[in-house]
């Protein structure tokens, strides 16, 4: 007597053939399981996610590798030179508006609103640690002074090689200064008028008593 199998889709499957009436083929597990659909078997379904699951860790673990690598990466240095109040060389905040003078940086003060004009890795090994517009190196090697510092009519250096010394490149004597060599340390080749006609002598040859105008 004949068996009649129930029909599936409108596909009659029979024993010992994976072909259906309408040319679909099954995935039969090869130890004679009962087939299924290729889309419908567990076990590729399964499979799949897996694959998808693993090519996500994948890349992911790129995705951090570069992050990784770039901030390895030297970034490119910002440029923080400006110009401070009185045509001083300054150095520029954060802010990108704020200009502070040479002179004020690593001085223990923080000039700047989020205080990156005394991080140690500016400040840390002075003057090494400066960007060299901030700095200006005396006569003596081992001596420097701040580049607002040079030309500003004082003896900063000590030997006068911020305001008179070739590298130095000072211009003559502004109109608030009497050009003459002076007596006391604390100028060199200026000296501010307000001193002149003052009864005591500032230039050598006392010149800011008899010819610096009143």
């Known amino acids: 007597m004949n068996k009649t199998h129930p029909q599936r ?3 009659v499957a029979t024993f010992g053939s994976t072909e259906t009436f309408s040319g679909k083929r099954g995935c039969c597990h090869p130890c004679g399981a009962r087939c299924h659909p290729c889309g419908a078997r567990p076990g590729c379904t399964q499979r799949h996610l897996c694959i998808s699951a693993l090519a996500l860790l994948v890349l992911a673990a790129a995705v951090a590798s570069a992050v990784a690598t770039l ?9 923080r030179l400006c110009t401070a109040p009185n045509n001083r060389t300054g150095f520029l905040c954060d802010d990108r508006v704020t200009c502070v003078p040479a002179s004020w940086v690593c001085d223990r003060v923080s000039n700047c609103r989020n205080g990156e004009d005394e991080q140690e890795q500016l400040c840390g090994d002075l003057p090494h640690s400066l960007p060299g517009y901030l700095v ?4 003596n090697p081992r001596s420097w002074v701040y580049a607002d510092q040079r030309c500003n009519g004082m003896n900063d250096c000590g030997d006068c090689s911020d305001e008179s010394w070739s590298s130095a490149a000072c211009p003559p004597c502004g109109q608030e200064w009497w050009s003459c060599i002076s007596v006391h340390f ?4 200026c000296i501010p008028r307000r001193l002149c006609r003052d ?3 500032h230039c050598l040859g006392w010149s800011d008593e008899f010819l ?3």
């Open 9 to 11: 889709n409108g596909d």
């Open 71 to 79: 901030a390895l990466l030297p970034r490119a240095p910002v440029n």
């Open 136 to 139: 200006f190196y005396c006569s």
């Open 186 to 189: 604390e100028f060199c080749s």
């Open 199 to 201: 009864g005591i002598q």
């Open 212 to 214: 610096c105008p009143a």
